[in-house]
DNA sequence: TACTAAGCGAGACGGTACGTCGCGTCTTCTT
DNA sequence: AAGAAGACGCGACGTACCGTCTCGCTTAGTA
């Protein structure tokens, strides 16, 4: 046993099934309703759970949200595969896959508070993270190979590839990306370019 | 005297500066804070009005804010130029010039109604519409002259030439794209495509 | 008109109804319970008030128990009677009269208040004082009518004659004292003295 | 080793100085502020206790406060002196001295609940009883000794020599009986009557 | 010129949720 | 088994907004 292990602070400690409970009301709560339905009242109903064991572990509203988000954090981003088209089209599945309906509302709550919170703003990044690093792999791959073009402006690609699935998930952009196939649309649209070939 | 003009209820008429003073003080209050922190004993505060007069013209917060969310529509889209990626150049810095500071911070705020409510996704849509179906235009015009390829997918090209913007805008996306350059950067990226040229 | 008269603070103005409502409301709950078991929220609840109305008039339970029981202030002491014997009597079944089962109590509740608080305490006089009065003024007349020892101590004498009263109203004193014929009983024995004829 | 001795629970014995802490800490905060005041809470941690170690000895507020009354219940009441007059003047100093300023202030608090929970009625009177129960002793032995009137209202009397400095203790009743000489003033206008000699 | 009718700022109304605190119980480890 | 510590579900605290409702006053058109 190590000393971190006995270090312990004395008293009854805290209850491992509240803090699930309380999380997962939060994320139901959310897929229900606005943000501001949210009410730490409902949560603690939803979750059996009086008001104080919230409040004694999150400091409010906000960083309950937060955490609830976090918890959302799916799995390690995805391993690649074999050409750069296969990969992209997989990792944008991901996203999809990952991000299921409720994930969705979970966070187009949050694009409010990411404007203004840093925190909430390191908060996004870090859940993002991982699956935008594994397209740049992909993509700086596929430069080193000769897939892609040597001037390859990464980051802007990063963002014109996520874009047009975000745009869908939070904003509904137009009926006609609802669509399963779209992540080989905009790949194939972005591979390619829009330019006429010469 | 019109017929249109004598139709006119009785008593005393609302006052206009009411109605500007509102809306001026929703915009100013929701660039300050939250939605959550826009009261409507603040909006009628700072705009020096009784709460009723506010009820009197909108039924809540949900239609007070879409209505100032559509007085800061800006001036028709814009008339194309002359090469495609110069219009596309133009239309997304349109976009930014429109979209200044505080009306970012407004439809950020407004992201996760558009998931939820019908009305404040039809306004959203009513509201970038415009945008978009010059893009269209632009891209069509593009097809036809053979600028573009002839099987282009439109809706994809133009949520993937929008979306680095917006998610920038609202989200934050990359402090890289965080550039007065970016509609250039953007638009030579996707015209151009990422593949390597054959 | 006056111009006093004329002086009104503008808005709706405050709720009579709710006012008594409120007070009714305290004494009932006084009545049926302690101090502590008189809640704001019961309080509210009972009158059928919201509780910022009632935060809005008191500054918290101290102040509206007080209140409450000013309202309970009954009718102007008494006038007086024939010979110092009836007069005694009468104002000590005044007492008892004014004093109903629910004014007991309430009053009882106040006991510790009075000890702490000097705004109670000078509540509590003014109070009791109109009744105290009345009987000096009846112990005075008595000495100048020669009814009564010259010397007499007349703060002592009042004392005297209210203690058992109060004792057995806020004390329950002893079972013997619980009888209709107090007055008669306590008057009799502090008039003639408790010595033995000489 | 005695069989008496013997008989003794298992495991750790209960603390001695846990008692006197709690009851120390409650009649300190009693003797400070309001009954509401006093909160459980309050008295563990100026006892150094934890809650349970109360709870595992009274079962609330109530009878917690009720002992620590109990605790203040005097020596035995007194005994008798020469003369009636000094004997009842010794039995009211004797109610001033034990009743010190925080007795006082504690009683004050318990006269609510004596109106109600008959638990505390019955504590009360056993407070006072032997108090009560050595003045009327005195009495009658002053009827026996012909001292006092033959037909005297023993229990009317025992309350009209008790009540004046009970009223001054528990609702200062009056300044000008702020006063050490109070027993005197009160046993000699008592014993002499207020009527004029005839 | 008066009358009618609606709008106006102000603010009280019955409610609901806030975040805190105390209740009496429980669960942990230590003595 | 009792101890200190402190988390637990519960419910009251006093505050802030909600959306509605009076108030007395103003501002028009109509009589």
Redesign the interface.
């Known amino acids: 046993m190590t000393a971190a292990a006995s270090t312990r602070s004395p008293g009854r400690p805290r209850s491992v099934r509240a803090d699930e409970a309380i999380i997962e009301a939060v994320l139901a709560l959310l897929a229900e ?4 339905a949210l009410t730490m009242e409902a949560v603690a109903a939803r979750a059996g759970v009086g008001k104080a064991t919230i409040y004694r572990r999150w400091s409010g509203k906000e960083a309950l949200v937060a955490d609830a988000l976090r918890s959302l954090k799916g799995p390690p981003p995805v391993p690649a595969g074999r050409s750069v088209r296969e990969d992209l089209v997989a990792l944008l599945r991901h996203g999809i896959r990952k991000r299921d309906q409720r994930t ?2 979970v966070m ?2 949050l ?6 919170s840093p925190e909430h ?1 390191r908060l ?1 990044q870090s859940l993002v993270e991982p699956q ?1 690093e594994a397209m740049r792999q992909v ?1 700086r791959r ?1 430069v080193r190979s ?5 001037d ?2 990464i ?6 590839l ?3 699935q ?3 998930k ?5 009926p ?2 609802d669509d399963d196939s ?1 992540p080989e ?2 790949v ?10 010469t």
Chains 1, 2, 3, 4 share one sequence.
């Open positions: 309703g606005t943000l501001e969705a509302r187009s709550c694009v409010p508070e990411v404007r203004r703003q996004y935008r993509l596929g000769g897939e892609l073009r040597a390859l402006d980051e802007v690609a990063v963002a014109v996520n874009g047009p975000l745009l869908q939070m904003l509904r952009w137009h006609d990306l779209l649309r905009v194939d649209t972005v591979l390619a370019g829009l330019a006429a070939a």
